[in-house]
T-cell receptor
Framework: AQSVTQPDIHITVSEGASLELRCNYSYGATPYLFWYVQSPGQGLQLLLKYFSGDTLVQGIKGFEAEFKRSQSSFNLRKPSVHWSDAAEYFCAVGAGLTGGGNKLTFGTGTQLKVEL | GAVVSQHPSWVICKSGTSVKIECRSLDFQATTMFWYRQFPKQSLMLMATSNEGSKATYEQGVEKDKFLINHASLTLSTLTVTSAHPEDSSFYIC?????????????FGPGTRLLVL
């Protein structure tokens, strides 16, 4: 069974500083990987996704993530954080999406706080 | 585009009562909708997958008689928590997959917070 670990429950960065949120996954086949952001009162919004190809994936709002198979990681990065980036971030792995499955397995989330 | 709404956004009920939560895709049709549950400081856990016009598929450990799911149209799915107990208090989130889009695509609602007293 697939699983996702987000080691950092809370992260605080200063506005303008760089950001890296960690995500490690466990899955027996080629993973489908996602990063979502959740702001209070809003639904999860997809930031980016990786299926295949280039291991460095660009997303919305200036975010990027790099898939590293050898480390089973899919860390999210942003070179310069804005105060509006404060939110909760979820990493997810999709199981069997090409084989007819539907299931997304989420990590426990990382709460990002941005100091002005 | 691709907006999913949930109603109510929060609900408080007495133990033993039933609560219905609605999930609507506002600007697209959804063949498949998903229901998740999120406990504080824990990840979203998939409860069930529903396809319009057919019975929902429940994840292992989820009681289908307690969590009734109806997906009667391409824009509406409902989750009814029957005979709710305090341990059912949680944050319930739905998502919807647009008709004709790939399996990797889901749009999420803002969630419904349920408190059972």
């Amino acid at each position: 069974a697939q699983s996702v670990t987000q080691p950092d429950i809370h992260i605080t960065v200063s506005e303008g500083a760089s950001l890296e949120l960690r995500c490690n996954y466990s899955y027996g086949a080629t993973p489908y990987l996602f990063w979502y952001v959740q702001s209070p009162g809003q639904g999860l919004q997809l930031l980016l996704k990786y299926f295949s190809g280039d291991t460095l994936v660009q997303g919305i709002k200036g975010f990027e993530a790099e898939f590293k198979r050898s480390q089973s990681s899919f860390n999210l990065r942003k070179p310069s954080v804005h105060w509006s980036d404060a939110a909760e971030y979820f990493c997810a792995v999709g199981a069997g999406l090409t084989g007819g499955g539907n299931k997304l397995t989420f990590g426990t989330g990382t709460q990002l706080k941005v100091e002005l | 585009g691709a907006v999913v709404s949930q109603h109510p956004s929060w609900v408080i009920c007495k133990s033993g009562t039933s609560v219905k939560i609605e999930c609507r895709s506002l600007d697209f049709q959804a063949t498949t909708m998903f229901w998740y549950r999120q406990f504080p400081k824990q990840s979203l856990m998939l409860m069930a997958t529903s396809n319009e016009g057919s019975k929902a598929t429940y994840e292992q450990g989820v009681e289908k008689d307690k969590f009734l799911i109806n997906h009667a149209s391409l824009t509406l799915s409902t989750l009814t928590v029957t005979s709710a107990h305090p341990e059912d208090s949680s944050f319930y989130i739905c998502s919807a997959r647009p008709l004709g889009q790939g399996r990797e695509t889901q749009y999420f609602g803002p969630g419904t917070r349920l408190l059972v007293l």
